[in-house]
């Protein structure tokens, strides 16, 4: 099956620093990948749909010059949280769609906790 | 806006009953409905999705049914077991071309 490998699974930084994080579609080629962030006991918020070889599309609110996405290559987005701050502490995850089609459900990685103290 | 609402409360069932989740969308019906799990410091795992002219879905365990008159979807695990107990998201889309709409979760628990 379709497999979405999100590196690193958890990271600590100084208020201030970048964190960059990738994603990778290990055995399909993924056109788009969307990145969603995850606070404790919430929904998943989408924050931007990440499209190969052109500009990320952002959610509203959604600063992109805060979130830099760069989606390079079929298999590997990457999305770096720049000066990051406390309150950018959460979950991050990937997803990918799969290959059956645009209504194909969505294949996670298993997130990045980000810490920032 | 469109939302997803999912019971926040967590759902408490013993061990072989049948877990039933409920999903309510506002507006207009989705062109499909997924649904998902989740574990705690885990990305959310595909189950099933379930078409707007599809009244139910089946999978093994599992069954989906979308009832577009009560703008709702259930979502069931039958003879349920201790591995079952996770996080359970409902999400909306309008078309292939546009994105997902999570709701917040339902945890199920399920004591031996």
């Known amino acids: 099956g379709a497999v979405v490998s999100q590196h690193p699974s958890w990271v600590i930084c100084k208020s201030g620093t970048s964190v960059k994080i990738e994603c990778r579609s290990l055995?399909?080629?993924?056109?788009?990948m969307f990145w969603y962030r995850q606070f404790p006991k919430q929904s998943l918020m989408l924050m931007a749909t990440?499209?190969?070889?052109?500009?990320?599309?952002?959610e509203q609110g959604v600063e992109k010059d805060k979130f830099l996405i760069n989606h390079a290559s079929l298999t590997l987005s990457t999305l770096t949280v720049t000066s990051a701050h406390p309150e950018d502490s959460s979950f991050y995850i990937c997803s990918a769609r799969g290959a059956g089609g645009l209504d194909s459900p969505l294949h996670f990685g298993n997130g990045t906790r980000l810490t920032v103290t | 806006s469109q939302k997803i609402e999912q019971n926040s409360e967590a759902l408490n069932i013993q061990e072989g009953k049948t877990a039933t989740l409920t999903c309510n969308y506002t507006?207009?019906?989705?062109?499909?409905l997924q649904w998902y799990r989740q574990d705690p410091g885990r990305g959310p795992v595909f189950l099933l999705l379930?078409?707007?002219?599809?009244k139910e879905k089946r999978k093994e365990r599992l069954k989906v049914t979308f009832d577009t008159t009560l703008k709702q979807s259930l979502f069931h695990i039958t003879a349920s077991q201790p591995a079952d107990s996770a996080t359970y998201l409902c999400a909306r889309s309008n078309s292939g071309y546009s994105t997902l709409t999570f709701g917040k979760g339902t945890m199920l628990l399920v004591s031996p």
């Open positions: 379930i078409r707007e002219n599809e």
């Open positions: 055995d399909f080629q993924a056109t788009t």
């Open positions: 990440s499209n190969e070889g052109s500009k990320a599309t952002y």
């Open positions: 507006n207009y019906s989705p062109a499909y």
